[in-house]
């Protein structure tokens, strides 16, 4: 039986990756920082820096597919990610499996409307274009060098796990009881994908070979409001759950923070309805 690996096995999309391909009888390698991912019975979990040569290597060896599930912290983005791509590729190849590549809408930039793989990519922000760069870099690689990858992406996740992106600390802070927030205008369309739907898609593009040298937004749920969204959250908790919404003014105060300035990088991509085409 050909063996999958994960890498960021401990992070929501890896994660949910993990369960995934477990759950379709495929031999699992789950890839971590610490090697103590929640995994299910039979899945080896396992330590290792993907930042190093050795590390990575070891990570993807004997694999017939990767699932580049990892990337650097959040403030670290534009130091650390085209390395640790790199590191990834070249261990990759090494293996000689397919690469499939988690990934966001980050490159779209504010768009109006349906999201899709045709949809002009005009970022507004360092790690949108850093996004844009980084597949660039991968899918040339397919074209040039004739690496075996596809990029699936998604937008702001929730579900088991995923309690670290925005929907999914709507969904904490609603459960701990607490008064939630949303960085937008809260009536606005928005897609919010559900995690085991992410992984499901990456699954997919890791099995068909035409998936491959192309970049695919996943399927996801019909878009709603962040209002709905925690409306339906609400609802499962059998209590109300209050919407706080960050104001024009709140925002111009906290853009000098280092704190606000990372969500100043994402927040083009609440001010208009924008959602990824599932149709």
Known sequence: METCAVLGAGGGIGNAVVWELAGR????????????????????ACAADLTGSEGAARACADAAVVYHCVQPRYTRWAEEFPALNATIVAAVTEAGAKLVVADNLYMYGPISGPISETSPQEPQSKKGRLRKQLAASLLAAAENDGLRVTIGRASDYFGPGGAHSVAGVLVTGAL???????????????????????????????????????????????????????????????????????????????????????????RNLWRAPSWPLTG
């Open 176 to 266: 701990a009881g607490k008064t939630v927030r949303w960085p937008a205008n809260a009536d606005l369309p928005h897609t919010f994908s559900y995690l085991p739907d992410v992984a499901r898609g990456l699954a997919v593009l890791g099995e068909r070979d035409e998936a491959n040298g192309k970049a695919w937004v996943l399927p996801a749920a019909a878009p709603i409001s962040a209002r709905a969204f925690v409306a339906l959250i609400g609802q499962a908790c059998s209590r109300p759950v209050k919407l706080s919404v960050t104001s024009k003014w709140a925002w111009a105060v906290r853009d000098c923070t280092g704190l606000a300035r990372r969500w100043t990088q994402r």
């Open 25 to 44: 009888g495929l031999r699992v390698r789950a890839v971590s920082r610490d090697g103590r991912p929640r995994v299910p019975d039979g899945v080896k």
